[in-house]
């Protein structure tokens, strides 16, 4: 039987809203988590859906989860630690492990019998190999003597702890489907309406990777991303649920599924800049110089495979000029909602997010 009740947690985010969207308009009955006012403002996103429905949960790692996912057919993880590497490491080493276990151990003893786990390109080495097995060899030892200049360091090894607990947990729990999906940076228009959640300029960080889209329509801009692959949000909302439905992936060890997500097209943002341009003429004048944008390759990727045990056709990703020009109309959106505000100021910050 189809499963037709699922809950989302991070479900106020960029990828988390789309899999949500994509979820009611296909039908389905969906619980979504998020925390303080994010809850309300979610209700809002989604208000003209009955099949709708969201729970605040201030931490994943300690509140009481079972009673969240009563009922509940599918959990599709999407939440993790925010990407600001300055608190007490051991707590983050904590949350990866235990934190991890406790939110698969609550969706299991509440009858959860399908788990798919949003993770990240991060665990895998940047050339290879990207097997279901294969680890960046980053330890929470190499993130203990990381400096504040290499915070990054501490993300990348709390991202593969909380993988491997995962793992290592699915083969543990045989008769619970776990599948781990790991995008890519991730592009693309927003939901409708998710000017509700990014409701003032402040608050640019809530729009994910989607903020260096946003840098983009500063003339002085210098951020840019820093690391290979990309794909549309889109793309990736439909291989988590693709992931639910697909029986092939039954044929595979609990450890084997595990799969690294990416579009099959370079992305350069020197070509992007001069479409967005031509695309959309009336705020040519804003965007940033073509000069100091990046170029990049794709990130290496079996895309075999992510078609056969997560349905994405080889011929199907969505582009990166489309990604980026529906990314930037949603921001626009966004922009127009903070000026009917009366917001006069809808200027970025001069610093990066991640700094």
């Not at 709708?52 to 509940?72: C, W």
């Not at 543990?172 to 409701?199: M, S």
């Not at 946003?214 to 909302?237: C, Q, S, T």
């Amino acid at each position: 039987m189809t499963p037709s009740t699922y809950f989302v947690t991070g479900a106020s985010g960029l990828l988390g809203s789309q899999i949500v969207q994509k979820l009611l308009d296909a039908g389905f009955t969906v619980k979504g988590s998020a925390r303080g006012e994010k809850v309300s403002q979610l209700k809002e996103v989604f208000r003209n859906y009955e099949k709708f429905s969201v729970v605040d949960i201030p931490d994943l790692a300690t509140s009481d989860l079972r009673a969240a996912f009563e009922g509940i057919e599918v959990l599709i993880h999407v939440a993790a630690f925010l990407p600001s590497f300055r608190g007490d490491i051991e707590v983050v080493k904590k949350f990866s492990s235990e934190g991890t276990e406790r939110i698969l151990d609550s969706a299991r003893s509440a009858g959860v019998r399908t788990i798919i786990v949003t993770g990240s390109q991060v665990t895998y080495n940047i050339d290879g190999p990207i097997g279901p097995r294969d680890w960046r060899s980053i330890t929470f030892d190499d993130a203990q003597k990381a400096t504040h200049a290499q915070h990054f360091v501490v993300y990348i090894a709390q991202k593969i702890l909380s993988e491997q607990t995962t793992m290592n947990w699915a083969e543990r729990h045989p008769e619970i489907r776990v599948v781990i999906i790991d995008p890519t940076y991730v592009f693309g228009p927003f939901v409708p309406n998710y000017k509700y959640i990014v409701n003032h300029p402040s608050l640019y960080g809530l729009e994910s990777s989607n903020y260096f889209i946003h840098f983009l329509l500063r003339p002085e801009n210098k951020v840019f991303v820093v690391y290979p692959g990309w794909m549309d949000v889109r793309d990736i909302a439909d291989a988590h649920i693709n992931a639910v439905h697909n029986k092939a992936i039954d044929e595979l060890k609990p450890k084997d599924r595990r799969f690294i997500l990416g579009a099959p097209e370079d992305h350069d943002w020197k070509k992007v800049i001069a479409h967005v341009a031509e695309a959309r003429p009336s705020i040519a004048h804003r965007l940033c110089s073509i000069e100091n944008a990046p170029v990049f390759p794709m990130q290496v990727t079996d895309l075999n495979r992510t078609e056969k045990y997560l349905g994405i056709k080889t011929d199907s990703y969505t582009s990166f000029q489309k990604s980026i020009v529906d990314a930037i109309d949603t921001i626009l959106d966004i922009e127009t909602y903070w000026k009917e505000q009366g917001i006069t100021d809808i200027s970025l910050p001069n610093e990066p997010l991640f700094n």
